[in-house]
């Protein structure tokens, strides 16, 4: 789930910015230590929406920079379990595939791209067995989080599945709606 979440930090301003306006430069900090932070209490911050209240600095002896008590706005994701996503295929291996969730990275596992025996492609393709469905890269789909795990916090890992009904590619459940439609009519 995106989130807008308020925080507040002491923002450090070296001194070879103090040429600068002091929201200016204390934004440009909070971008530095918080866009791409990972934590297991805010999850993905995507982007610092905003910087609010940025109060009087204090210069630490030794240092020379000043420090800022910032108040400011991130824009987070937040990965639940059983959440509902639409991710991009960026990546397809022998194991499964790789999906953009949109700045953050989940993986379906081939075990869980379909309800069918699915086989591996040189061509970078999951294909169905049974019911010969594919999935490709750069294919939009429609997924469940299933695992999430901040073990290691450099490279958490987001785990999906597409084998529930509503789940998978937007073709199948745009193909399904419409078959579906067709025998309500009859």
């Given at each position: ?56 600095g204090v210069i630490v002896p030794g240092d020379g920079a000043a420090?800022?008590?910032?108040e400011f706005e991130l824009l987070t994701f937040k990965p639940e ?96 709606n419409v078959e579906s439609t067709e025998s309500n009519e009859e």
């Amino acid at each position: 789930m995106f989130y807008q979440v308020k925080a507040k930090d002491f923002i450090r301003v070296p001194p070879q910015m103090f040429n600068m306006a002091k929201r200016d430069a204390v934004l440009a900090n909070v971008k530095a230590t918080y866009e791409n932070f990972i934590s297991k209490e805010l999850g993905f911050v995507i982007n610092v929406v905003d910087v609010h209240g940025v109060k009087e600095g204090v210069i630490v002896p030794g240092d020379g920079a000043a420090y800022y008590d910032t108040e400011f706005e991130l824009l987070t994701f937040k990965p639940e379990l059983n959440e509902l996503v639409f991710a991009k295929i960026r990546d397809i291996t022998d194991f499964g595939a790789f999906m953009d969730l949109g700045g953050v990275e989940g993986m379906v596992h081939i075990s869980q791209s379909m309800d069918d025996f699915v086989s591996f492609s040189k061509d970078k393709v999951l294909q169905g067995k049974k019911s010969n469905q594919s999935i490709k890269v750069n294919d939009n789909c429609k997924a469940r989080i299933i695992a999430v795990s901040y073990k290691d916090m450099n490279n958490p890992k987001i785990g999906l599945s597409m084998r529930q009904e509503g789940l998978g590619k937007l073709e199948w459940l745009d193909q399904q709606n419409v078959e579906s439609t067709e025998s309500n009519e009859e």
